[in-house]
């Protein structure tokens, strides 16, 4: 290491690590035999009156006694900042003798601490405008990229052979299986299945013994002004082509309303005579028919 007008300059021409503490160009060695006691470079720069106010440090210190016939030897690095003048260094991050780091917690990956290779407590992390982070190597890993000026945020689960895209955010939409949602939420797959398959999944198991409770398995709601030169406000649309056999709906158990929220069987249609007469209601029927009064 050379500094050009360095008040102290170090040459030093070596290719081997110091592992156990040889060939190194720097040692600092405590003496204190205290499981506690730690090494320190201090840092000092003066304020514009020429008092020595900006500090830093870098600590290193021992974790815990060595286990007798262990040789096992525990040391951490802790880097230190000052925030006045008039306050002391304090410690801001520390890499743990395991390789783990703490921003903000002394006790990276303790019980009382938070788990992982990277422990952020009490703070923020704050990342560029175009981010990844990723857990594991190769193409199939957990991953989270996102860009701050584009508002996405994608989470990506790993499979067999690659990195999908599970779900993400774009700027306030949802998507599950697309990194482009056009609306609040959107799923998206286009997987080649071998199998018997259902593409969403919406089951609401909850109970309840409470007298006059409804429970509504699902509620679309289409409401407020649309009221635009050939606007059409639709509640729900259902497309179901490609297949050898296609159903758009099957319902199991329950009655059907149209036109009544009060089902009183199977099938209730309600409406003036007109309106049904102008939208014919074919029905293949299982039992008598039923009789219209």
């Known amino acids: 290491m050379s500094a050009t007008n360095a008040p102290l300059t170090i040459y030093y021409s070596n290719n081997t690590l110091p592992t156990s503490g040889l060939y190194a160009a720097l040692v600092i060695t405590n003496g204190d035999t205290s499981s506690t006691r730690a090494d320190d470079i201090v840092f000092d720069a003066a304020d514009h009156g020429g008092n020595q106010r900006h500090g830093g440090a870098i600590v290193m210190g021992k974790e815990g006694h060595c286990a007798n016939g262990s040789n096992n030897y525990p040391g951490y690095l802790a880097f230190y900042t000052r925030v006045t003048s008039d306050g002391n260094d304090t410690e801001k991050m520390r890499i743990a003798g395991t390789g ?3 921003i903000g917690t002394t006790g990276p990956f303790t019980s009382s601490g938070c788990n992982g290779e990277l422990c ?7 990342l560029d405008d175009t981010y990844a982070i ?3 190597g190769g193409t199939g890993r957990t991953s989270i990229t996102g860009s701050k000026s584009a508002g996405t945020m994608v989470f990506g689960l790993p499979t067999a052979s690659a990195s999908t895209n599970a779900f993400s955010f774009t700027k306030g939409d949802v998507g599950i299986g697309t990194t482009s949602p056009v609306g609040l939420l959107e799923t998206y797959d286009a997987t080649a299945q071998t199998a018997s398959y259902t593409g969403v999944l919406h089951e609401v198991l909850d109970t309840s013994s409470s007298a006059s409770v409804n ?7 289409s ?8 606007a059409v406000n639709t509640g729900l649309v259902v497309n179901a082509t ?8 099957t ?3 329950g009655y059907v309303g149209i036109g009544t929220a009060t089902p009183v069987e199977a099938l209730d ?12 209601l074919k029905c293949k029927l299982q039992t008598a028919p039923i009789l219209d009064t």
């Open 100 to 102: 783990n780091v703490g």
């Open 120 to 126: 952020v407590s009490g703070g923020s992390l704050n």
């Open 134 to 136: 990723a857990w594991g």
């Open 215 to 221: 429970k509504v398995g699902m509620d679309v709601e």
């Open 223 to 230: 409401t407020g002004t649309w009221n635009g030169t050939g």
């Open 242 to 249: 490609g297949g050898t056999t296609n159903y758009a709906a």
């Open 251 to 253: 319902f199991s158990g």
């Open 269 to 280: 249609v309600r409406g003036n005579q007109s309106t049904m007469l102008r939208t014919p």
